[in-house]
């Protein structure tokens, strides 16, 4: 047999994928019980892990044998280098049975695997290893591709030879193939034992970030990571809660911690002439205990600080972010860029946050793991020069628009089959026509751009999908193109108009665009928008300036280096009729009409029957899955079948959207010429997601265990169709909850904060515009507190929300105002509002005046003072200006800390509340008065009204005044039942009225309490002209 690996598109783990070689070279052949076989190497098996491992004699997997049956061949019976075992087909599941292989790496390392399969669904498989590496903690999760889940944690102490047990859980009915859990142990092994990097960090691309919904409060925090990155500012940790936060970015290369325990933000920092983003790695240990925190870098320099208040508990609601806070806006802290490069070891108060966001992410929506590989990946150290590798249509590379309004100039060479992919995409603001974009039109260079007066295209004649190197250079401004392919150039003069520049402000794109702008390019006239490259890309320069994996501020399915290869532009297929394919990313397959070509298939896996490809649908609409999506690569005819007797049953629904097909009797079941006749309907739901699924699995009708076991193209298999979302603008929503106001004739009112809300699930609200329309009348409009007097026709919310609008009403007539939202694309629904006019008719409904005495001080209340208005509203506001007087004293307004200042100026509802007084001053007079006019919602009543004070004398008299009686006692008291006075008509406090001593009783003394308790009083003696209140 052959030891080969086609191209398939199975549910395998990203950074997990199956290889895609094809044995075009190094072939050898090696002995098994079963007799000789031959195993196959791609020339370029040093660039995986497994190829690494192969390398020397001591690297072989020993033959694989059913442990009751050692003398049958189960599964690639090759003792040949790991390479090739990984190529093995899937295993079909066989009950009672147990699969045992060796790896010898080196006389101090062995692995036993024991692969035991259960009868029922829950199956285990244990995995012994005893080693003498270096001491190190590793723990590590990954998915195959039916969502089997296997969980690794070991400890490696370097004194002893222990031997760590692997548990790996399986929750799939049909055992993957005993390669791909080779891989993974072998995986293990090279981590455990490589001196440089590590294999459970994360690897984030400027989009991902990872979020674990978590409620806590505790008064201490332990924090730890380690990372490595070029990205000088960024967000690497947040636990996020209603008012309290702690939050580790990096600002200029420093890393600084801001903690809020909700008195106040503290900021600790890294020292200051450390700079880390050096793409090495450091290690962070953030230790708070109650007021206390400590930093720790790299286990070498600490810095503290201490955090206000009283209260220590760290109250979090929302839960912990790593990288980057996704769609996440209940808290604002300020714009946070997203992580780029790698994280490992995230640990919050002992919660390693990355494994449990993967393990919530499961059940928990909110639980989100985006964007996310499980190794650190080399392009976070790859220089500017080094190439770009586009592993598929979704990929892409996103850099900072640096394009000038003048235009530009971009270099770069590439190389790719593909005749439909975008190139390099930059766009302007939403509300902007702007736009360049070059991509790959029918296999020739097309280049759109506008600048606001009409699409100027450029195509190039040269054909460039040839899967050779061509070199590209494009020049663009207001006057000319200039596109060069391989020397050979195209020009031509962009549209007339009145627009000069060029405004372009979003990210420039390479290679691909991401999902939430394809549908922006393809309305822009881009027709390869959906479809990045399958290719790479080298030498990339912008106006001068080499610009590569160092500069890039996102990336998405790409890798450093050049990993694609297109051996059929070699034209390997010579034979008459031959035509070649390219399989994979470096193999081909040669064809031809009338089998057997002159040179032999090398591309198909034996054991694979289907072959399944992604399809893309937009946001909310329906796409129909045919036979060109999922394709049989076996011949019917040739397993002695039809395709009625194919079926397809769905395991697992799509999340996002809905299947409609035509099902047999048995449900959720269809014949593949079901398929080919009817189709499978995908329906999206219509929300925000870019990526759906769903779980199908293929097999064979009337097939014996016999037939299954020995015809191991016919098994059951298990496929996952991937559903690409395209995003699509969907329209700004506003709600309202009151839509009718009341404004006083000539009067301002204050828009509310509260006057409108506005939705939208894919623009940001802070970009969104609101846009006014008003009526024929001409009596009111709305302006801003920034620009009075100008009529608003458009505004932001967060004008809106700042109180910076108001409407004005200048005449009579009642009016009415429509306001939009408008995301640059569409308009959200209109909303009216209706203003109704109310006349000025103030009424002084009381007007008493007020008596105070002479040096005394009075409260001018509502009673004394008001005015009332039919249908005036809780927002009306009525102020009081004093226009001339008092003479003999002040008006004054108490402020809200209680202290009394001088006014002329004070409210309606400031009287009501009893902070309007009148203080006599100066003076012996028997009245006093003032003039003043009143407001209405800041409207003149035109009219002036007069206040009386008359002043009155006041009389002091003796209420009681019994004298003291003494009988067969030494001492008494003098209360206020026996002597108190006090004044009238007006009642004077206690405290005011004072004694003054004349003479003195002559048999005895008077004292006073000064101080003390009953038991511990403290006595003055009083004498001539001493005092004391009646209080």
Not at 404 to 412: A, L
Not at 791 to 806: K, T
Not at 951 to 973: C, K, M, P, W
Request: charged share 20%.
């Amino acid at each position: 047999m052959t030891c080969s690996m086609g191209h398939h598109h199975r549910h395998h783990p990203k950074g997990h994928r199956p290889s895609t070689d094809s044995p075009a070279a190094g072939c050898w052949s090696n002995s098994s019980s079963s007799g000789s076989v031959t195993c196959c190497n791609n020339n370029d098996r040093q660039n995986t892990l497994a190829g690494q491992l192969s390398e020397g004699p001591s690297s072989q997997i020993s033959p694989i044998h059913r442990k009751n049956k050692p003398h049958e061949e189960i599964i690639g019976e090759c003792d040949c280098p790991v390479k090739n075992l990984l190529r093995t087909t899937n295993c079909t599941r066989q009950p009672q049975q147990q699969y045992y292989a060796t790896f010898q790496q080196q006389p101090s390392s062995s692995i036993q695997l024991h692969h035991h399969f259960q009868q029922q669904q829950q199956q285990e498989t244990t995995t012994k290893l005893t080693t003498t590496s270096n001491s190190y903690t590793h723990s590590n999760r990954i998915f195959n591709r039916d969502k089997s889940e296997l969980k690794v944690s070991s400890k490696y102490d370097n004194t002893n030879n222990n031997d760590i047990e692997y548990l790996v859980r399986r929750r799939s009915y049909y055992c993957d193939s005993l390669a791909s859990f080779v891989k993974f142990v072998l995986t293990l092994i090279f981590c455990l034992t490589s001196t440089i990097g590590t294999c459970n960090a994360g690897s984030f691309y400027g989009s991902s970030f990872v979020s674990l919904p978590m409620q806590d409060a505790k008064s201490n925090t332990d924090i730890s990571f380690r990372f490595r990155t070029s990205r000088s500012e960024s967000l690497l940790f947040l636990a996020a809660g209603k008012t309290d936060y702690c939050l580790i970015m990096l600002q200029q290369g420093i890393l600084k911690v801001h903690i809020n325990l909700g008195a106040g933000e503290t900021e600790v920092s890294t020292p200051l002439n450390i700079r880390l983003d050096d793409v090495a790695w450091h290690e962070i240990v953030l230790t708070r205990k109650n007021a206390e925190v400590e930093l720790t870098l790299d286990n070498v320099h600490t810095s503290r600080a201490e955090s206000p208040g009283r209260y220590y508990e760290l109250n979090i609601h929302y839960g912990l972010f790593v990288g980057g806070m996704g769609d996440f806006n209940k808290v604002f802290l300020g714009n946070q860029k997203n992580f780029r490069g790698c994280m490992e070891d995230v640990m919050y108060n002992g919660i390693d946050v990355l494994m449990g966001a993967e393990d919530a992410a499961v059940n928990n929506p909110e639980a989100k793991v985006h964007n996310i590989d499980w190794e650190c990946a080399e392009q976070f150290s790859a220089p500017s020069n080094v190439p770009i590798t586009f592993l598929n249509t979704d990929a892409y590379v996103a850099f900072p628009s640096w394009i000038s309004r003048n235009g530009g100039e971009v270099t770069f060479s590439f190389k790719t089959i593909s005749s439909n992919s975008v190139l390099l995409y930059n766009n302007g603001h939403m509300s902007s026509k702007d736009f360049i974009a070059l991509e790959i039109y029918s296999g020739n260079l097309r280049f759109l751009l506008d600048q606001g007066n009409g699409v100027t295209e450029v195509l190039h004649p040269a054909q460039v999908d040839t899967g050779i190197w061509h070199n590209v250079s494009l020049s663009f401004s207001s006057d000319q193109i200039h596109l060069e392919v391989d020397g050979q150039a195209a020009v031509k003069k962009p549209m007339a108009g009145p627009q000069r520049f060029i405004d372009l402000t979003d990210r420039l794109y390479i290679g691909g665009i991401s999902l939430k702008k394809k549908s922006r390019a393809i309305k822009d006239g881009v027709k390869s928008g959906s479809s990045g490259l399958q290719g790479c890309i080298t030498d990339l320069y912008l106006d001068g300036r080499n610009i590569g994996f160092p500069e890039v501020l996102e990336t998405y399915e790409v890798r450093s280096g050049c990993s694609w290869e297109f051996p059929c532009a070699a034209a390997p297929c010579t034979g008459v009729g031959e035509s070649c394919i390219q399989e994979g990313m470096n193999g081909y397959t040669c064809t031809c009409k009338h089998p057997p070509c002159k040179q032999q298939q090398t591309h198909v896996m034996s054991g694979d029957l289907l072959e399944v490809q992604a399809v893309q649908v937009e946001e909310g609409r329906s796409l129909m899955i045919t036979p060109k999506d999922i394709q049989l690569i076996q011949s019917p005819e040739k397993l002695g079948i039809s395709e009625h007797e194919i079926y397809l049953q769905i395991i697992e629904l799509p999340k996002y959207g809905s299947l409609k097909f035509v099902e047999s009797d048995e449900g959720r079941i269809l014949s593949y010429q079901s398929l080919r006749d009817n189709g499978i309907l995908y329906t999206h739901a219509a929300g925000e997601n870019t990526e759906d699924s769903f779980i199908f699995e293929s097999s064979i009708a009337g097939l014996t265990t016999e037939d299954l076991a020995n015809n191991s193209p016919i098994r059951r298999q298990r496929f996952i169709m991937k559903i690409r979302i395209l995003p699509v603008n969907d329209r700004p929503l506003i709600t309202v909850e009151r839509t009718v106001f009341k404004v006083v004739e000539g009067s301002t009112l204050p828009l509310p904060t509260s006057l409108l809300a506005v939705s939208d699930p894919d623009t940001q609200l802070d970009k969104l515009i609101l846009v006014v329309t008003y009526n024929e009348s001409r009596d009111g409009y709305i302006e801003s507190s920034t620009r009075l007097g100008e009529r608003v026709s458009s505004f932001r919310l967060a004008e809106l929300e700042a109180g910076l609008l108001q409407y004005v009403q200048r005449g009579k007539l009642e009016n009415s105002i429509a306001i939009q939202a408008w995301d640059g694309e569409h308009y959200s629904n209109m909303v009216h509002f209706r203003f109704e006019v109310i006349s000025i008719e103030l009424e002084l409904s009381n007007n008493t005046g007020i008596s105070v005495s002479l040096g005394g001080n009075q409260y001018i209340t509502a009673s004394n003072l008001s005015f009332v208005s039919p249908g005036l509203g809780p927002d009306a506001e009525i102020k009081i200006e004093v226009v001339s007087g008092p003479s003999y004293g002040r008006l004054q307004r108490q402020r809200g800390n209680g202290k009394w200042i001088t006014s002329r100026r004070f409210t309606q509802k400031q009287i009501e509340k009893k902070k309007v007084r009148y203080v006599h001053s100066r003076g012996n007079p028997r009245s006093d008065y003032f003039t003043f006019t009143a407001q209405l919602n800041g409207n003149p009543v035109d009219k002036t009204y007069t206040f009386s004070i008359n002043f009155i004398n006041i009389n002091i008299q003796a209420v009681r005044n019994h004298g003291l009686r003494l009988e067969n006692v030494g001492e008494s008291v003098i209360t206020e039942n026996g002597l108190m006075y006090q004044t009238f008509p007006q009642r004077t406090p206690d405290s005011k009225i004072m004694y003054r001593i004349l003479s003195l009783p002559r048999e005895g003394n008077l004292v006073i309490s000064k101080s003390g308790s009953a038991a511990n009083n403290v006595f003055q003696t009083l004498a001539v002209n001493s005092s004391f209140s009646q209080e």
